[in-house]
């Protein structure tokens, strides 16, 4: 099977390559080729600034009658992007650069400017080197005070940096180190020192203040046993009001509220000094209908048994209707005055 790519070419035996005719092309011929702008440059025509690094499609011809030690030199045929102007340049081999010819200024050259004057200036210096004999002593006296200075200084940097390396860095850092780590023991000591005093303070100033609420609860005592001790013809308390009082005075002020107005006044229900002078009108009016019934009943054979009845009934009734003692005795009495008609 026969190779898909042959590489060789076939070559037949009357193959005569003088017999071939040449192309004759001119000299100054152009070529299309893509390239890179080499430096920033700014168009005459708009003002349009063309960075470094931007591409073109660009015509190229050789230079005639130019040349760098048998090196031709080439220009560049390219466009400006906004208003078409067209711009050249060309190589520079012996700066190893490029050089702008029309079309454009370029942008950002002063260290080519710079490195341009200090070649004139080594040019004239040598230009009257050559004519005057007496410039070329004062050229060669200057160029030996500058020697000197450029040695005075560099042993002067010399000593410098030996003084500087017998210098024990090492030790003055840890030196250093040394006095911030005492600094920093010094400080935390007085605030330890400052927190203690302030404890101690607070702790007196506690004690203090137990010792005076403790005088307080000591005398308010005091002043209470020295009341309740202390008899007064006004006082007419009974023993057991009085220990009501104290625990009143002892259970709270609401509790003293109720039991003082009751010790004052009294209550209704209950069997107190007033609790006889207050009388219920159903009450009243139920023992005074027992009363009626027993003056007008006719006397029997058995006065005794009538009598019992009639006292049970009304102390009955009494008691259901929450009679007074004071009523009771009436009842009592009306009874009895009944008995002895």
């Given at each position: 099977?026969?190779?898909?790519?042959?590489?060789n070419?076939?070559?037949?035996?009357?193959?005569?390559p003088?017999?071939?005719?040449k192309?004759?092309?001119?000299?100054?011929?152009?070529?299309v080729?893509?390239?890179?702008a080499?430096?920033?440059?700014?168009?005459?025509t708009?003002g349009e600034?063309?960075?470094?690094?931007?591409?073109?499609n660009a015509?190229?011809?050789?230079?005639?009658?130019?040349h760098?030690?048998?090196?031709?030199?080439?220009r560049?045929?390219?466009?400006?992007?906004?208003?078409?102007?067209?711009?050249t340049?060309?190589?520079?081999?012996e700066?190893?650069?490029?050089?702008?010819?029309?079309?454009?200024?370029?942008?950002?050259?002063?260290?080519k400017?710079?490195?341009?004057?200090?070649?004139?200036?080594?040019?004239?210096?040598?230009?009257?080197?050559?004519?005057?004999?007496?410039?070329?002593?004062?050229?060669?006296?200057?160029?030996s005070?500058?020697?000197?200075?450029?040695?005075e200084?560099?042993?002067?940097?010399?000593?410098?940096?030996?003084?500087?390396?017998?210098?024990d860095f090492?030790?003055?850092?840890?030196?250093?180190?040394?006095?911030?780590?005492?600094e920093r023991?010094?400080?935390?000591?007085?605030?330890?020192?400052?927190?203690?005093?302030?404890l101690?303070?607070?702790?007196?100033?506690?004690?203090?203040?137990?010792?005076?609420?403790?005088?307080?609860?000591?005398?308010?005592?005091?002043?209470?046993?020295?009341?309740?001790?202390?008899d007064?013809?006004?006082?007419?308390?009974?023993t057991?009001?009085?220990?009501?009082?104290?625990?009143?005075l002892?259970?709270?002020?609401?509790?003293?509220?109720?039991?003082?107005?009751e010790?004052s006044?009294?209550?209704?229900?209950g069997?107190?000094?007033?609790?006889?002078l207050?009388?219920?009108?159903k009450?009243?009016?139920?023992?005074?209908?027992?009363?009626?019934?027993?003056?007008?009943?006719?006397?029997?054979?058995?006065?005794?048994?009538?009598?019992s009845?009639?006292d049970?009934?009304?102390?009955?009734?009494?008691?259901?209707?929450?009679?007074?003692?004071?009523?009771?005795?009436?009842?009592?009495?009306?009874s009895?005055?009944?008995?002895s008609d």
């Open positions: 099977m026969s190779e898909r790519k042959v590489l070419k076939y070559y037949p035996p009357d193959f005569d003088s017999k071939i005719p192309l004759k092309l001119p000299k100054d011929r152009q070529y080729v893509r390239l890179m080499p430096f920033n440059m700014r168009c005459k708009c600034y063309i960075y470094k690094g931007k591409k073109f015509r190229k011809e050789t230079v005639q009658n130019e760098y030690m048998g090196l031709p030199i080439f560049f045929y390219i466009k400006c992007t906004r208003c078409l102007a067209e711009i340049f060309k190589t520079d081999p700066n190893t650069d490029y050089a702008i010819e029309h079309g454009a200024t370029r942008n950002f050259q002063a260290e400017l710079i490195e341009e004057e200090e070649k004139r200036i080594q040019q004239e210096r040598e230009d009257e080197e050559l004519n005057n004999p007496m410039k070329v002593l004062e050229n060669r006296t200057k160029d005070k500058m020697e000197m200075e450029v040695l200084n560099l042993q002067e940097l010399k000593e410098l940096n030996q003084r500087q390396a017998q210098v090492e030790g003055m850092l840890d030196r250093y180190r040394e006095m911030e780590n005492r023991e010094r400080i935390k000591e007085e605030d330890e020192r400052e927190t203690k005093e302030m101690e303070r607070v702790l007196v100033k506690r004690l203090r203040d137990s010792d005076s609420d403790s005088e307080k609860e000591e005398e308010s005592s005091s002043s209470l046993s020295k009341t309740s001790s202390g007064k013809p006004t006082d007419i308390l009974t057991d009001q009085h220990t009501e009082a104290q625990g009143a002892s259970g709270g002020v609401k509790r003293a509220k109720v039991e003082s107005w010790r006044v009294g209550t209704l229900g069997r107190g000094a007033l609790g006889s207050v009388v219920r009108k009450a009243g009016v139920t023992v005074n209908k027992s009363a009626e019934e027993t003056t007008a009943s006719p006397p029997t054979s058995q006065p005794g048994s009538k009598t009845m009639s049970s009934s009304v102390a009955s009734k009494a008691a259901e209707n929450g009679s007074s003692s004071l009523s009771l005795l009436g009842a009592y009495s009306d009895d005055s009944n008995d």
